[in-house]
């Protein structure tokens, strides 16, 4: 490896071939463009790969030809970790108030991202493709291991329907009648802190749209036992900061009471 | 008032004048054009005014020859409260995401925002009065009693030896060698949870620059009693993401065990 590989191995791509020992991945024509034009990276320099299964590995570029560089796979420096953050169900607000969230929600954690649209939904039409390589890129920059899913838009009574009812769904509402519960006391009685042990359910937070969910989808959400209305504070917070608080206050309460296990299932870092 | 005196007084503007009943108040060309072109509203209309001291008051537009129409104050309709929130020191970063530092820290209640130029640090430049535009338009927005102030740009050495030791620092610094304090027992720790009296101390976050601070800068920060090194959790967070955080992390903190109190000392609420 040439003396600047450390530097160089900061370019983290991720890929959906196999990773191992010797193998050659096909780079996409957005990443080589990144890779020579915007990173300024040539022929044996390194990147990084991960796929969200066969951990991350040092790899370098190789030209094959007159198509984009292909990456040729050298070794193993982190092993692959189990990323089983909440799931963000939003409703899309403009659109870049919705990249926004994506991009935010990938950083904190998120492990599924599920577009709703409500009654009071305006930008109705959400391109899952797009907000999949934002989150794609989100997860190259931040470290983490996996991308997570992006959903193609349901209504909220679909998403109702299909709710599993072992995940417990936190519902960011400003303005009900009732102090709701506070949010950091909510993600506590979920995980039954203090705990080192798994949680009791996972989680997931409803984010409405910026004129809130309509009583009708508040008595909807009132019939699932799973629901619960949490409240993020006094002030009232636009959709995508509603998102990242509530996902930003899961990151803090996994940090401070089970140091990350929970978060982080490791099989054992390598570096 | 007119039948939709309701709806039209969501328009809320922060103006410098006094306020109080048959007061006459003029208005910026910036917020005439937003209320005349953006929002289409003329003489007669209502609108919400608050300046940060004397609460917020519901006023009706008047034309006054050809210039900016007047705002003619009729009734406070909520008491000032005061809005004590932590201060934010922070690295600029892009422009895009200075901006987003800006308007989510106003969201999320900082009382302060003091831009802070470390060794790290690539954008040097900023525009406090820019910044301030931004800051004015979110508290106008998210319902905020004040505009946090923002402060010209210090060098992380004068801002050190500026600050008042008895205001708590959170620095959110990743990738230190010990573990970190996780940012919720950080704050639990400030306030002398479970607390409902004032809290022992003030704080604030310090969000440093992409490439982190230098092992100089955190020695120097080290210097300081009231500095901490605070953690948010496993992943890597752009600087605009850990600001947001961080301060989300304080408003659910606040929420969560003194209800609100602290944040939102009311000298009593009319509606």
Redesign the interface.
């Known amino acids: 490896m040439s003396r600047d590989s450390q530097a160089q191995s900061r370019v983290r791509l991720f890929v959906s071939a196999a990773l191992g020992p010797g193998q050659t991945v096909a780079l996409t024509d957005g990443q080589a463009h990144y890779l020579l034009r915007v990173m300024r990276l040539g022929p044996g320099r390194s990147v990084r790969l991960f796929n969200g299964r066969d951990g991350e590995w040092l790899a370098h570029l190789k030209q094959a030809g007159r198509g984009p560089p292909l990456a040729v796979v050298e070794r193993l420096i982190r092993s692959q970790e189990v990323e089983d953050g909440p799931w963000l169900a939003f409703a899309p607000v403009k659109k870049q108030a919705t990249d926004?969230i994506v991009e935010?929600a990938t950083?904190?954690?998120a492990s599924k991202l599920w577009p709703v649209v409500t009654e009071r939904t305006v930008a109705r039409r959400v391109n899952a493709d797009r907000l999949l390589a934002i989150a794609t890129e989100a997860a190259e920059?931040?470290?983490?291991m996996s991308v997570p899913e992006v959903l193609a838009p349901s209504t909220l009574p679909a998403l109702a329907a299909a709710w599993p009812q072992r995940r417990a769904m936190l519902v960011a509402h400003p303005g009900t009648g009732a102090a709701p519960l506070?949010?950091?006391?909510a993600i506590a009685n979920l995980y039954h802190l203090p705990a080192t042990a798994e949680p009791a359910k996972p989680a997931a937070f409803l984010i409405g749209p910026e004129g809130g969910l309509t009583p009708a989808e508040l008595d909807l959400l009132a019939g699932l036992p799973c629901a619960k209305i949490v409240?993020?504070?006094?002030?009232?917070?636009?959709a995508e900061?509603a998102a990242?608080?509530?996902l930003?206050?899961w990151?803090?309460?996994?940090?401070?009471r089970i140091g990350?296990a929970m978060?982080?299932r490791s099989t054992g870092k390598l570096e």
């Not at 506070?182 to 006391?185: A, F, K, Q, R, T």
């Not at 409240?231 to 636009?238: A, E, I, K, Q, V």
């Open positions: 926004f935010k950083e904190l954690g920059q931040c470290g983490r506070p949010i950091l006391d409240g993020l504070g006094g002030l009232t917070l636009r900061t990242a608080a509530a930003s206050c990151q803090a309460m996994v940090e401070a990350g978060a982080r």
